[in-house]
């Protein structure tokens, strides 16, 4: 239910880490995604379980498994867009981060422009 509220679909994320790894176009995601649901197990673990109250365990354990990987994945991508935006010398150049577009899905059809750019009048968008 919620990878359904979240992704739209209970498989999507599934699919994406499987079938599609290539779609999100960034070498090391599925690694920061595993590390950041690794991370998320010490909740569980014993020198952290007796930290936080049995009632918000599973609360936080499921907080941090979505949110840490999210904000790994998403700032390598922010940063590996950056960089190419600045290889790719735009003479106008406008980014929104990858943060901004989770907030935007699910939909149908997702178009998000994360970055707009005009070299020598012709428009470049990356999504």
Known sequence: MLTTALFGGSLQPIALATLWPGRLGLERWRMLAALGVAAST????????DAIPDALRPSVFVILAIHLPNTLVGLDADRV???????????????RSSFASVSEAPTDFQFFLHTAALKNGKPYAWS
């Open 42 to 49: 010490l909740v569980v673990s014993r020198p952290v379980r």
């Open 81 to 95: 867009r950056h960089r190419a935006v600045l290889a790719f010398d735009a003479d106008e150049v406008e980014e």
